[in-house]
T-cell receptor
């Protein structure tokens, strides 16, 4: 089942912070985060595995709450380059090899 | 190669025609995936290949869709008797097995337009 992302869209001014949430109705083994700029391929940001948390970038980090079956992506001191659509992708078990993606959150950073 | 390569980048076809989309994954990546992205929508899983195992075809929307992966490398997604609802961007991705904590590397996609 497709994870649910919120918000669907957000507009930030440079330097502001944002949180993007990803919720699943199923138990999760891993959560991936990707960013897609208009007309480009999605780019891998980070992965969070059950029992651990991984920070992929200095100002972009994420958490994974296994009990709540949720993950949140934190963007601090946003830059214009952060603009794009953010997707979470989830897998349900160690033997699951493909990800189910949410519909995405469109982030726009303005000067 | 340095990245995942997909061809063609754009394809316009008439309704009812067959199309073939090609994906050349990163060398050494054992897993290969096809996803479809419609305008404003998320990424819809189509099919997954892992090594020499039987592919997971659970996401293919109809029997008009098929895919193969030759020699554990290049993959071809074939859509027969195309319909207008098949219009979308078809993305290919490759990775090491997800169980090792690796992410996908996506290709730039093939934009398919059925007229």
């Amino acid at each position: 089942q497709q994870p649910v992302q919120s918000p669907q869209a957000v507009i930030l001014r440079e330097g502001e912070d944002a949180v993007i949430n990803c919720s699943s109705s199923k138990a999760l083994y891993s959560v991936h985060w990707y960013r897609q700029k208009h007309g480009e391929a999605p780019v891998f940001l980070m992965i969070l595995l059950k029992g651990g948390e991984q920070k992929g970038h200095e100002k972009i980090s994420a958490s994974f709450n296994e009990k709540k079956q949720q993950s949140s992506l934190y963007l601090t001191a946003s830059q214009l380059s952060y603009s794009g659509t953010y997707f979470c992708g989830t897998s349900g078990g160690a033997g699951s090899y493909q990800l189910t993606f949410g519909k995405g959150t469109k982030l726009s950073v303005i000067p | 190669g340095a990245g995942v390569s997909q061809s063609p980048s754009n394809k316009v076809t008439e309704k009812g025609k067959d199309v073939e989309l090609r994906c050349d994954p990163i060398s050494g990546h054992t897993a290969l995936y096809w996803y479809r992205q419609s305008l404003g929508q998320g990424l819809e899983f189509l099919i997954y290949f892992q090594g020499n195992s039987a592919p997971d075809k659970s996401g293919l929307p109809s029997d008009r869709f098929s895919a193969e992966r030759t020699g554990g490398s290049v993959s071809t997604l074939t859509i027969q008797r195309t319909q207008q609802e098949d219009s979308a961007v078809y993305l290919c991705a490759s990775s090491f097995p997800l169980v090792r904590g690796h992410g996908y590397t996506f290709g730039s996609g093939t934009r398919l337009t059925v007229v």
